[in-house]
């Protein structure tokens, strides 16, 4: 019965192929023109991000009381949060986030997510285009949370996601 229980838990390790660490990423972009900020710092504060997700529109066509579905267009979800930490000069983070947000013309930019294994090879690339900030919330402060690392928010929405290596 050991035997059998090694050669599942290989089996798995082998399917796993190193297993991917959620904790393992990159998030990288360049910010507008317009937009004052240092975007190797905000790629190091990033402290979580998601890679929006898609699925497809459903079209249904009805015919002697019968309906056929059939695969519409692809839609991008439309929004997805990326979280910031705060350093502790909390202005020059969000003052970067806030320029972005208030801008009329040439908002969208291009965002690149890499996902990383544990010796921070890149394993896949996602890129996401024409990403711009839909919100940002404000910050709040709490005496009651003395071991935190203060963090933000901010909601972006994009056009399109698609996966390269």
Do not use: C
Request: net charge positive; aromatic share 10%; glycine share 6%.
């Amino acid at each position: 019965m050991a035997t059998k229980t090694a050669t599942d838990i290989t089996s798995l390790e082998q399917a796993l192929n190193g297993a991917s660490r959620e904790n393992r990423f990159k998030l990288t972009f360049v910010l507008p023109s317009g937009v004052s900020g240092d975007v190797r710092t905000l790629q190091i504060l990033s402290r979580s991000t998601t890679i929006p997700g898609k699925n497809y529109g459903q079209i249904e066509i009805k015919h002697s009381g019968k309906t056929a579905r059939i695969k519409g267009d692809e839609v991008t979800d439309a929004t997805w949060t990326t979280e910031f930490l705060i350093p502790k000069d909390a202005s020059k983070i969000y003052k970067a986030m806030e320029q972005w947000f208030n801008l009329i013309k040439d908002y969208k930019t291009n965002m690149e997510v890499y996902q990383l294994d544990i010796t921070n090879k890149v394993v896949q690339k996602f890129v996401i285009n024409g990403v711009w900030v839909q919100s940002l919330p404000g910050i709040n402060w709490s005496t009651e949370n003395e071991n935190t690392i203060k963090s933000f928010e901010v909601t972006f929405s994009a056009d399109k996601v698609s996966a390269a290596v």
